[in-house]
C-alpha cells in the first residue's frame, strides 16, 4: 500500500527521511566553514585570538569563497535540479573545506576544486531543459571557480587566483539578477550591456594569469560596468519602494551594487594592489560588502526552498545590515588610511554582523509565531 505521505509504498512516513534532512549535514558544513574562516580572520587582524590551525588564516579566503559561499551556491543548484547525483558538488566543496581548514591543503584544493567541476555538470544538466543568456552567465562563473582551483592546484598563491574567486561569485549573482529581469520582460537589447560586462570581468581574469597588473585593472572595469547596470536594471529599483520583504532585499542588492563598484574602482585604478591596504579595502569591499549583502538579501526566500523551513520577513532584519555596511566604511577607512584600529575594529564589527543576521533569522522566526499566536 502506497503511504499517503511520503508517497512510497509499503513504508511509514518515518522511514524515510525528508529532502531538508538530508541536506542539513551540508549546510552545517557551510557554516563550520564559514566559522574556520570567520576565526581565521579575526588572526589576520593581528588580533590575540588562540588559532588551533595556522590553515584558518592563511585559508581564510577559500574557506569563505569556496567552503561557505561554494557550498550554499552548489546547494541551491543540487536541489533546484532535483537530481540525487548533483548533491556531490555542496558535498565536496564542505569537505574540502573541512580538509582545508585542517591543515591538508593539498587534498582541501582538489576536493575544492572537484565541487567547481561538478557545479559545470549540473548546468550542462540544466542546459538540456533550457537556454538563456542569464544561464550561460551562471556557468561562466562555475568555470571560474573550477579554472581557479586549477591554478591553485597548479602552484599559483591565493593572492593569484583572487580574480578567479570574484569572478565566480559575481557572475553566479549577476546571472541571477538578469534571470529576475528577464522575467519582468527586461529587452534583449538591455541585456547586451550585462552581457559584454561579465565578459569583460573573465577576460580580465583569463588575463591576470599571465599578466596581473592589467588583468587586474580589466576585471575592475568589468565589475564597475556590472554594478552600473545592475543598478540600472535590476527590479531592486522598483521594489525598494515597496514594503517588507521586497524592499529588505532590494535595499540589501542596492547597496551591494554599490560596494562592487568600490571594488572595482579600486582594481581599476591600482591594478593588483601592491599596498596592504588597498588590497584588502577592495577585497572586502566586494567578498564582504556585495556578496554578503546578496546572501542577506537573498536568504529569507533560498533558505525556505533548501531546508523548508519558515524564515518570515521582520524589520529586526535591517539591524545586521546596517552594522555590516556601517562596519565595512570603518574597515576600508581603516585600511586606506593605515589607522590600525579602525581597521580591526572594523573587522571585529563585520563579524558580528554576520552573527547578529543568524541571531535575527531566529528571531524572527519566533516573532512570526508569536504574531500568529
Do not use: K
Not at 527521511?17 to 574556520?36: F, K, Q, T
Not at 584558518?56 to 569556496?66: E, K, R, V, Y
Not at 535595499?251 to 601592491?274: D, E, K, V
Not at 588597498?278 to 572586502?284: I, M, Q
Request: charged share 10%; glycine share 12%; with cysteine.
Amino acid at each position: 500500500m502506497e503511504n499517503q505521505v511520503t508517497g512510497v509504498r509499503g513504508r511509514s512516513p518515518r522511514a524515510v527521511p525528508r529532502p531538508a534532512a538530508r541536506r542539513l549535514p551540508l549546510v552545517v558544513g557551510a557554516l563550520l566553514s564559514l566559522v574556520a574562516g570567520l576565526w581565521g580572520a579575526l588572526g589576520l587582524l593581528d588580533l590575540a585570538v588562540p588559532l588551533p590551525r595556522t590553515s584558518f588564516a592563511q585559508q581564510h579566503g577559500p574557506l569563505m569563497a569556496l567552503g561557505f559561499l561554494g557550498t550554499l551556491i552548489a546547494l541551491e543548484r543540487a536541489v533546484a535540479l532535483g537530481r540525487p547525483w548533483a548533491y556531490a558538488s555542496p558535498a565536496l566543496a564542505g569537505l574540502g573545506a573541512l580538509v582545508t581548514a585542517a591543515g591538508l591543503t593539498v587534498p582541501g584544493r582538489l576536493l575544492l576544486t572537484a565541487a567547481g567541476g561538478w557545479l559545470i555538470a549540473i548546468y550542462i544538466t540544466v542546459l538540456g531543459r533550457r537556454t538563456g543568456r542569464d544561464l550561460t552567465v551562471q556557468i561562466a562563473g562555475a568555470i571560474a571557480w573550477y579554472t581557479g582551483g586549477m591554478l591553485w592546484i597548479g602552484g599559483r598563491t591565493v593572492g593569484d587566483i583572487v580574480p578567479w574567486l570574484a569572478a565566480f561569485l559575481i557572475l553566479t549573482i549577476a546571472g541571477e539578477r538578469l534571470e529576475l529581469a528577464r522575467v519582468a520582460f527586461l529587452g534583449r537589447r538591455a541585456s547586451d550591456g550585462l552581457v559584454a560586462a561579465a565578459a569583460v570581468l573573465a577576460a580580465g581574469a583569463a588575463v591576470s594569469v599571465w599578466w596581473p597588473e592589467p588583468g587586474w585593472r580589466l576585471t575592475g572595469l568589468g565589475m564597475v560596468a556590472l554594478a552600473g547596470w545592475l543598478a540600472r536594471h535590476d527590479v531592486a529599483r522598483r521594489t525598494i519602494r515597496g514594503t517588507g520583504l521586497p524592499r529588505f532585499a532590494a535595499a540589501c542588492l542596492l547597496t551591494g551594487y554599490a560596494w562592487l563598484a568600490t571594488a572595482g574602482t579600486i582594481w581599476l585604478a591600482a591594478g593588483r594592489p601592491s599596498a596592504t591596504g588597498a588590497y584588502d579595502a577592495a577585497l572586502h569591499a566586494v567578498f564582504l560588502g556585495f556578496v554578503m549583502s546578496m546572501v542577506f538579501g537573498h536568504a529569507p526566500v533560498i533558505l525556505p526552498a533548501v531546508l523548508r523551513i519558515r524564515f518570515p520577513y521582520h524589520p529586526v532584519l535591517y539591524a545586521p545590515l546596517v552594522l555590516l555596511h556601517a562596519s565595512l566604511l570603518l574597515r576600508v577607512a581603516g585600511d586606506l588610511s593605515g589607522v590600525t584600529p579602525a581597521r580591526a575594529t572594523g573587522g571585529v564589527l563585520g563579524e558580528v554582523s554576520l552573527l547578529l543576521f543568524g541571531g535575527c533569522a531566529v528571531a524572527a522566526t519566533r516573532l512570526a509565531g508569536r504574531e500568529r499566536s
